[in-house]
């Protein structure tokens, strides 16, 4: 049971162009929403996050969204870098008050950024 | 930040046989870890809780006697694929807080181990 989806595995983008990577959930618990960056030959590492008493969170080119009536939340990234091109990945928990729990991950997806 | 160092970062074994993986917390005290795996276009999914000097807290449907996780120290974790088969090779990564009551956000990742099982 899928409960956090990335349906894109690619994305390609120009560079200096907006990349917008998206992401479903089911689990209508889930209130604290994460997007992890990862490199070749890397782990994963903490990029944005978002709670669910929010509709948008920015820091510097990236910008999530969060529309708790689809169930559904995107990152913008504006303007793309070619350093930018890493796997995404979505990352989702019910915080139930606390700052932390388990995550539910999606899939990722590969984003790769064009000079 | 923090630094979680994972060893090896690719193993290929014959059927039946054992893999240790390894996790390092290198600069901070690790009483929690976290391991997970990934199948090829699956999600990361969390496979068991390591609390160190105590034992594992394995998730719904994983074999805690087939993937055996040792938490002897503050820094180090080791998960040990026991007996492995072909539909046990995948990517097992680890994680930890720093520190250990500290947000998702403050969740360090190893590079992975990629495990081919022959």
């Known amino acids: 049971d899928q409960q956090v989806k990335q349906n894109s595995p690619s994305l390609s983008v120009q560079e200096g162009r907006i990349s917008i990577l998206n992401c479903d959930y089911t689990n209508s618990m889930f209130d604290y929403f994460l997007w992890y960056k990862k490199y070749p030959a890397e782990g994963p590492t903490f990029l944005i996050s978002?709670?669910?008493?929010?509709d948008k969170n920015e820091d510097g080119r990236f910008t999530v969204f969060l529309n708790k009536s689809a169930k559904h939340l995107s990152l913008h990234i504006v303007p793309s870098q070619p350093g930018d091109s890493a796997v995404y990945f979505c990352a989702a928990f019910n915080a139930g008050g606390t700052s932390y729990g388990k995550l539910t991950f999606g899939q990722g997806t590969i984003l790769t950024v064009h000079p | 930040g923090a630094v979680v160092s994972q060893h090896p970062s690719r193993v290929i074994c014959k059927s039946g046989t054992s893999v240790k993986i390894e996790c390092r917390s290198l600069?901070?005290?690790?009483?929690?870890m976290f391991w997970y795996r990934q199948f090829p276009k699956q999600s990361l999914m969390l496979m068991a809780t390591?609390?160190?000097?105590?034992?594992?807290?394995?998730e719904q449907g994983v074999e805690k006697d087939k993937f055996l996780i040792n938490h002897a120290s503050l820094t180090l974790s080791t998960l040990t694929v026991t007996s492995a088969h072909p539909e046990d090779s995948s990517f097992y990564i680890c994680s930890a807080r720093n520190p250990p009551d500290a947000t998702n956000e403050k969740l360090f990742f190893g590079s992975g181990t990629q495990l081919s099982v022959l």
């Open positions: 390591s609390n160190e000097g105590s034992k594992a807290t394995y």
């Open positions: 600069d901070f005290q690790a009483t929690t």
């Open positions: 978002i709670s669910s008493i929010k």
